[in-house]
């Protein structure tokens, strides 16, 4: 009788902590991807073709080897050389300045309900549009795109730091300084041509795409929807051991468990961090540290990161950033939208009590790759970080050590084999015969 009363008791404790679980994912989470588009997308992924001075690949900011970022806090795009903690400025051709942001990763993009992408949110699905997405280019915006996942391909390759280059060094960023973007002899057109010169490509492009009837069919939303379907299938993130807990499969060990009942309970993580992929896809103020050059205008002359506020206006959403998802997540550091955490221990610690945190960060634990920059102004001018600080509106919370590390057991439980080794790989080489970024 005794035992049976305890059998009951533990599969009540079990139902109500499944009631507060995520649901396991399955194939109807994700857009179906045909593989030999994805194929496609892999050599473009990897191919530096696609940037003015055919010299960053996408891959260069988001490689495997770094868990799909690039394994730093700020990164060096035109102007360096290598990959990683290991990029280094080139002596002939200096940036300008270093990439504003942290390169997020890329697990899970292909699922329908990451919609919003970029750590601001810029670009949107947006059913009222009339290609369906929402971004700064507004009526700029040309049809084709095939999802939101395929859209944001444009922003990195019109960027002077990221993968353009400057006006002065090729035809792609020359266009991009005059704002000739989508018509023919724009930036997305040069781009599209110097990929259809290239007999492989225009092959296999009428290959998988069957309206392309000749390489001059080729159009710059073909290259991003093959790369689009590329990121979807190489990695999709949902064979973890947390997946496998869900499915009924496999069951977590006791630390990683103790951590899953604090995540979704007493800690609170999953207050943001909800749903099958640890996200809620909203927008929280977490005084998380800015350092680099910020995101200012050009007739603005200041080091600071408003966040969400500089999409929406709306007061309450400065300092703002998108909620990321968790998957994979001990292996995509730095942390935070400026990449000021390199270990997630401590990004977890500090959002324990954000606000003190901020005032006691140690700049002297960010990693930058190397370059004269003023990247400390927001975090000298204590009115700046005072105002990161007045924007969070959640209540601190007090964890022991122990518990602290049963949430990190929780956190490497969501690292997902399959995944991070990819589908596809790495290409030895690729069509245009440039070299595939790769670790030194």
Known sequence: MILRACIAVFFLLGAAQAASLPRALTDADFAPVHKEEAALGQLLFYDPILSGNRNIACATCHHP???????????????????????????????????????PALFNL??????????????????????????????????????????????????????????????????????????????????????AAIPDYATTFARVYPEILTPDDIAFTDISNAIAAFMAFEWRSDT???????????????????????????????????????????????????IGPGKAATFESHNRDDGRFRVTGDPADRYAFRTPSLRNVALTGPYGHAGAHADLRAFVMDHLDPVTALKR??????????????????????????????????????????????????LNALTDPIAVEGRLGVPKDVPSGLPVPNPE
């Open 361 to 410: 960060f140690d700049r002297t634990s960010v990693r930058l790759p190397d370059f004269d920059a003023e990247d400390f102004n927001i975090l000298n001018d204590p009115a700046e970080r005072q105002a990161i600080g007045d924007a969070v509106t959640r209540a601190p919370l007090t964890l022991s050590v122990d518990e602290v590390d049963d949430i990190m057991a929780f």
């Open 65 to 103: 080897a770094l868990g799909t970022a690039d394994g730093v806090p700020l990164a060096l795009g035109e102007g360096a050389i290598g990959l990683g903690q290991n990029r280094r400025l080139d002596p002939e051709h200096l940036p300008q300045k270093r990439i504003p942001r942290n390169a």
């Open 240 to 290: 973890a051991p947390f997946d496998l807990s869900l499915r009924g499969l496999a069951a977590l060990d006791d630390q990683s468990q103790r951590g899953m009942n604090l995540f979704y309970g007493r800690a609170a993580c999953s207050d943001c961090h909800s749903g099958p992929f640890q996200t809620d896809h909203q927008f929280h103020a977490m005084a998380v540290p800015q």
């Open 110 to 195: 292909g699922a329908h309900e990451f919609t919003a992408l970029f750590h601001d949110g810029r670009l949107e699905a947006d059913p009222t549009s009339p290609n369906g997405i929402r971004t700064p280019m507004d009526a700029d915006m040309v049809v084709g795109f095939a999802s939101a996942l395929s859209a944001q391909t444009m922003f990195p390759v019109l960027s002077r730091d990221e993968m353009a280059g400057d006006y002065n060094e090729n035809d792609v960023g020359k266009a991009v300084r005059q704002g000739i973007i989508t018509r023919p002899g724009g930036a997305w057109d040069i781009i599209a041509r110097r990929v």
